[in-house]
Nanobody, 128 residues
């Protein structure tokens, strides 16, 4: 399994921004589909965005399109999710997930069951 280390959550007011980061350890993250999921208590984990790390083709759910953007730093082997214009409805625990591209395809609403590799989660709280 690939270990994923996340950081960057926090508390902001509506309209603010946060940047989440996700770095796989012990593996070069090329040839992967990496995705961000979020989960609130009592609800299923939902995928909101994913990206092919080779080529950077990305997909965003309608709920975040235009506000969330991926960025990559190959030298640091790190993926970022820039979250702008945050809303209270974005409040959730955010999880990074990854899988090699020969096992699945990226999509705008990735399915949690398709990803075997997960980060520990980072909390995002947006107040009105």
């Amino acid at each position: 399994l690939v270990q994923l280390v996340e950081s960057g959550g926090g508390s902001v007011q509506a309209g603010g921004s946060l940047r989440l980061s996700c770095a796989p350890s012990r593996v070069n993250y090329t040839n992967m589909c990496m995705a961000w999921f979020r989960q609130v208590p009592g609800r299923e984990r939902e995928g909101v965005a994913s990206i092919y790390t080779a080529g950077s083709k990305s997909y965003y759910d309608d709920s975040v399109k235009g506000r969330f953007t991926f960025a990559q730093d190959g030298a640091k082997n790190t993926l970022y999710l820039q979250m702008n214009s945050l809303k209270p409805s974005d409040s959730a625990m955010y999880y990074c997930a990854a899988e090699f591209v020969w096992n699945l395809q990226c999509s705008a609403r990735p399915m949690a069951g398709n990803f075997p590799n997960w980060g520990q989660g980072t909390q995002v709280s947006v107040s009105s």
